[in-house]
């Protein structure tokens, strides 16, 4: 489900002359007064506010197997990151929601005036502290486009060191890993898709050396 914000409201007359909002700071706006049902979520990208609910049981086990894996590794190299979700990633005035991120764990604990990785208004984290996300592709042709072009773009125009994308939907099932982000073309210098049952390692970033595995996926999915 998507909620298109493209018309500003009309609160006073407007002449020509009237100078017109940024629709940035518009979105921005509507997004921090929006109260949703429990299990939908709001994401800012591209100039609009994309609302969407929240994952099915698979989703949820691979989000939960990666994250648990994740913070394993992590800890066991007495990194100064941690592993969070549904936690807003705020970069100007977009917003995002991934599966998961790695960020410091400072930043993750701290108080809204404590750090200043710390967005405004305590709303999530600024981008420049996450080292990287991931998204478990979600059925439906709106959710596969998000999670594979627009967000992928979104995450390289911000400069995240590496985005992650575990894929149900792409064949048997496929896991990418993108890194060497280029913000000013939105795309991603370095791409590693593998299909479901082989390993792929992260790159680069707080992560480097993680591999992702069929422990985390499932085996190769039957065509059949």
């Not at 009309?10 to 429990?38: F, G, H, I, Y």
């Not at 486009?145 to 979104?154: G, Q, S, T, V």
């Not at 992650?164 to 370095?190: C, F, M, N, S, W």
């Amino acid at each position: 489900m998507t909620a298109l914000a493209h018309e500003v409201p009309a609160m006073t007359e407007m002449t020509e002359s009237t100078p017109r909002p940024d629709l940035d700071e518009v979105l921005w706006q509507v997004w921090k007064a929006m109260e949703l049902p429990e299990g939908l979520r709001a994401e800012i990208f591209e100039g609009f506010i994309e609302v969407s609910p929240t994952g099915r049981q698979s989703h949820s086990r691979i989000c939960f197997l990666l994250r648990r894996q994740l913070t394993q590794y992590l800890t066991e190299r007495s990194s100064a990151y941690a592993v969070t979700n549904d936690t807003n990633i705020v970069h100007g005035r977009k917003v995002w929601i991934p599966d998961a991120l790695v960020a410091p764990e400072d930043a993750i604990t701290a108080f809204a005036d404590d750090t200043e990785f710390v967005a405004e208004d305590g709303v999530g984290l600024d981008v420049r502290c996450v080292g990287l996300v991931a998204e478990v592709v979600s059925p439906g042709h709106g959710c596969k486009e998000r999670d594979r072009d627009r967000k992928r773009r979104a995450y390289a125009r911000a400069g995240i060191p590496v985005y992650v994308i575990i894929d149900d939907y792409d064949g048997q099932g496929t896991v990418t890993v993108l890194a060497q982000p280029r913000p000013d073309k939105g795309i991603y210098a370095e791409s590693h898709r593998v299909p479901y049952g082989k390993d792929v390692t992260i790159p680069d970033g707080p992560a480097k050396g993680f591999t992702i595995t069929e422990a985390i996926t499932g085996p190769l999915r039957s065509s059949t």
